[in-house]
Every structure is written in C-alpha cells, then in structure tokens.
C-alpha cells in the first residue's frame, strides 16, 4: 500500500498495485503496529508557546488508547455504535480516534466551531450514542441533551480524576476513566471493508450527509499522501497541518497518515488560523512537512520575509481544499522555495488527484494528474468518458479504497451520487493531453452568463491577485439579460478601505487580466466570507444574498455596473 520510489511519473504510476490486507483496522495500524516494533518512537509532539513540546510516543499511544477503548466497552459501547469527537487537536483526540477503530465503532468527528444547530443535527442524524468533548463543547452540548435520545454519554477531556467540572455532573472524566481501565485489548478482527469513520460533509450544496467510510479509507490515503509529501516518509519528517482534525483535509491529509507511516505528527490547538503562528510552530517545532488549505495560505502572504524571520525547515507542502491559485502557487516558490503539491479529492473520495514537483508533476493553476492506484475521468452528463481537451464533470471510477460506503441512512443520495460505476464529484473540470486536470467549480458554483459557463475559481485567483484584495469569491447573480453576472465578494487587506473608485478598480483588473464576460459587474466590500469549518467559501450563502440584494450584516457593498 506504499509508494516504491520511482524517478518519473509514468513509473510511479504504472508500478503501483493495491496491497491492502483484508483484515485490517485503522487503529492498529496508526499506533500499535509502531508500538510492537519502537515502543519508544514519537508519534504526537504539542506545540507550547512556551517552547515545552510535550511527546506521545507510540507505546503510551497504544497503552492509553487501550484502556481508553476498555474505558467505552464498560459504558456499553459495541461495534457499529457511532462515537462523536468533538475536540480540538490534542493528544486525547488522537487516543480517542484509536480506541474507537480497536473496538469497530464508528468515529465521528465534529468541529468545535460548529452552532448548536449543526452539532443537534449531526449527532441526532448518526444517532450518536457518546461525545467525547471538552469543557468548551460540554457548555454547546447542555442545551441539546433533551434533543438527542440516543446519546447515552459524555466524556471531558479536561477534568481530573477527583472532581467533575462545575455544572458538568452528568459527564465522564476521560483521565479517571484511561487509569481505572486495562492496557490489555485484543482488538476487533475488522475487514477493510468494515465502518470505521463518518465525516459529514460541508453543506455547501444542501443538508450536511454523513459520509460513511471503511478501515480501507486509511491505507487508501497514504500514497496520494506520499505524493503531496514528495515521497514522505523520510529520515527527519515531522507533520503538522492547521486544518482542524474533524474534517477530512486535517484528518486524513495528515494526521492519521503520518501516524501510519511513523512521521511525528504536530498538534496545535488554536482554532482561528493565525498566520505567524503558523510560521512559528513550523519553525519552533522543526516541521518539515505540511498540509495546508489555500485558504491559510493566502493568509500567509501577508507575512514578509518569512525565510529571514523563521528559521524554516520545511521540504513540502500540500493544499488542498478549494483551487490553490497562481498567486499563492508563485509566492511559496519564490519566498518559502518550495512548490506546493495541489491535491484533489472530496469527503466522500480523497486525493484522487495530485501533483509531486520533485518528478515534475506540477503546474500552477492546475491540480495535478491521477495518483497512485486511482481512475479519474472527465465525464459527460451520461456517464461517458469524453476527450482530452473537453470539459465536463470530473468522476471517480469504483471500486476504490478511499471511496466512501454511501451516506448514512440516505440509499438515495447514494445512489444519485453515481452514474454506473463513475463516482459523480459534481464538480467541473478538464484534462488536458498531458494529463493535467484543471478545476473550473461545482456544478451549482458555474456561472451562466450570456450564453457562457463561468468558473468561479480563475476570477477568484484574479481577484485576490490585486494588491487591495485579501480573500474574495465569485458567484452569479440572476439578471434578466444576461441570465447571471459575476458578482465578486472581497475582504481587503489592511490599508485599504471600500469607495466606488476601488471597485471600479478591481473591475478593471479581471476585465484585463481575463476577459470581458468574467469580470465581475458588481463588486461587494465585506468584513468577512462565509466558511465551512474546512475553509471552504459557502457561495450558497453568498448567491441567496445577492438574489435578495442585501448582505446580512454586511451593509458596506459598493456596487459598479
């Protein structure tokens, strides 16, 4: 299920093989496979501000998540039984994950950030039957108790073995549970095949579904992870990704991973991405591999002189999560000297396509080309494989080991999302004649516009290209001429305040740049863009407000016609 390193693509391609064993678990083969060989190896190392790193090493990561596993099966949690984890990136976290892969329940990681709204439905939807959380999610989960009949249990993660956390009476210490459990666990005899984890995915398109996937999903990751990571593992390699774990880009880009492949793997709690903090961890920490979103990579632009200021050890980096952009591409390789290897895939069907700079897979304003062990097709509306050259919808062909059982609880969802045995993305792109795939947008995301199909993501690039802009989106409004114009979002960088001249300067700035049908026709001075927890802009959000005209709570729109 690893890479053999090859000088050239076609080789590393054509060489490849599946090997995963049909018994296999997810847990044992993030800590205990590591623990029987090097007890002592270092699998999590936390960044402290301080400088005090505190370790985990791979014994104690087997030991603890052990008794942690124990710890459930006494509160009547058995195989199959969903599990939420609604934590931060911590030691716990990691523990938790683990124990629940040993005893065949199924994970399901929530993020922090979510309202009560999101955290009521997503665990009422899975049928969750325990929270492991801390003080911080216990006070979102007080409210919804009532809501939530299946949910037996509630596990703090930062109690103590004496004391329950005022106002927290009816919740488990996770400490006092691990020391009063046995290290001794014969974990479950899983298949591949079997649950293992649930991710829900963004809602960007409709209600959140529950994305169900198999102990495979693990061992499927790891080569296109080898990719993005230039052929990770490496004497010295150690991980770290801002991407909260409960999405499927911090997850399975990186954390699960780099466990499986003996990479020390850095975690760092804070949940609002702090651009010199990230220079700082990666710096403090001796980072030499990194998964970031492009997203947090725009923010890292605004940090001068990077390779002066920190004293960087980085040899890779991988984004993925929305189109990462000529400018972003340019400015890693010009002030970090790296070339960021693009990857592509979605929480239902991960890093199906990717690049790998160091055998030249590369190009900016491209993802990449079919990784390891993967089929990728552009696809017509019937399911038929079209042309290099043609645009159409990008499709995964099954079985794969990184695509996901089906929605849980939603057979019909599932079916929708498949045309034969071509997984649908729903979203648009094409291959060119080297197999390079570009990424126009989904579906839903496609601006029509006087008889043109517009992607919002070339506009996007422009748009952020230009001194005055720090994060922007592109969506089409209705117009009853053109069917849609493009409409351009933009949070600005500091120093730079909203006025009809600066719009009408932005405007100016795609029309020359692209063309005279993309630019934006209305440009909207905004605070803030409205996010996933997985960085990804919510543009749903962003077209219902332009059709009604108003931005809520964003009263400073300069509109240019």
């Not at 290099?388 to 929708?416: C, S």
């Not at 199909?453 to 720090?470: M, Q």
Request: proline share 7%.
């Amino acid at each position: 299920m690893f890479l053999p390193i090859r000088d050239n693509y076609e080789a590393l391609i054509g060489d490849f093989e599946w090997a995963i064993p049909d018994r296999f678990n997810m847990g044992r083969a993030v800590a205990d496979d590591w623990a029987d060989r090097e007890p002592d190896r270092i699998a999590l190392q936390a960044y402290s501000p301080d400088g005090h790193h505190a370790k985990l090493c791979y014994g104690e990561l087997r030991d603890r998540s052990n008794r942690f596993a124990n710890g459930l099966i006494s509160l009547g949690i058995h195989a199959g039984d969903r599990v939420a984890l609604l934590l931060p990136q911590s030691f716990e976290t990691v523990i938790a994950h683990i124990a629940i892969y040993k005893i065949g329940a199924i994970a399901l990681p929530l993020a922090l950030l979510f309202g009560e709204d999101a955290l009521e439905y997503r665990l009422r939807d899975s049928g969750s039957r325990l929270v492991v959380t801390n003080r911080f999610g216990l006070a979102k989960l007080a409210p919804l108790r009532s809501a939530l009949p299946d949910l037996l249990n509630v596990i703090v993660v930062d109690g103590n073995d004496t004391s329950t956390p005022s106002g927290t009476d009816d919740a488990l210490v996770f400490d006092a549970l691990v020391e009063a459990s046995s290290p001794v666990l014969v974990a479950a005899d899983t298949s591949k095949d079997d649950p293992a984890l649930m991710i829900y995915t963004s809602g960007t398109t409709g209600p959140p579904k529950g994305a169900l996937h198999a102990h495979r999903v693990l061992a499927g990751h790891v080569p296109g992870v080898q990719m993005a990571q230039e052929f990770m593992p490496q004497p010295g390699d150690k991980f770290w990704t801002p991407s909260d774990w409960a999405w499927a880009g911090g997850l399975l880009n990186c954390l699960l991973p780099g466990l499986m492949m003996g990479v020390p793997v850095v975690c760092s709690p804070a949940q609002k991405f702090d651009p010199l903090l990230a220079f700082r961890i990666m710096a403090e920490t001796g980072v030499t591999n990194a998964f970031i979103p492009p997203t947090a990579l725009r923010l890292m632009l605004a940090v001068a002189r990077p390779r002066d200021r920190f004293a960087l050890k980085l040899r890779a980096i991988g984004s993925a999560g929305e189109t990462l952009g000529r400018e972003a591409y340019d400015w890693a390789r010009r002030e970090l000297g790296i070339t960021v290897n693009e990857f592509y895939g979605q929480t239902e069907c991960n890093i199906v396509l990717g690049s790998i700079a160091g055998l030249g897979v590369t190009r900016a304003g491209a993802i990449g080309k079919v990784t390891a062990g993967h089929r990728v097709a552009i696809i017509d509306e019937d399911g038929r494989e079209l042309p290099r050259g043609r645009a159409g919808q990008i499709a995964v062909r099954r079985p794969d080991p990184v695509m996901f059982l089906g929605y849980w609880n939603n057979p019909e969802a599932t079916a929708k999302k498949f045309i034969g045995d071509w997984m649908l993305t729903g979203d648009q792109g094409v291959m060119d004649q080297e197999g390079f795939v570009e990424f126009f947008g989904r579906d839903d995301d496609i601006i029509t516009s006087s008889g043109y199909r517009i992607g919002p993501a070339e506009i996007e690039d422009c748009l952020i290209s230009h001194p005055a802009v720090r994060l922007a989106a592109a969506i089409g409004k209705p117009d009853p001429v053109r069917t849609e114009i493009v409409k351009a979002y933009c949070v600005l960088a500091d120093g730079f305040s909203p006025s009809d001249a600066l719009a009408a300067e932005i405007r100016d700035w795609v029309k020359e740049r692209l063309s005279m049908h993309e630019y934006p026709r209305e440009v909207a001075f905004v605070d803030d863009l409205p996010m996933t927890t997985t960085g990804k802009v919510i543009r749903r959000q962003l077209r219902d407000a332009a059709r009604q005209e108003i931005l809520p709570d964003q009263p400073r729109s300069q509109l240019v016609g």
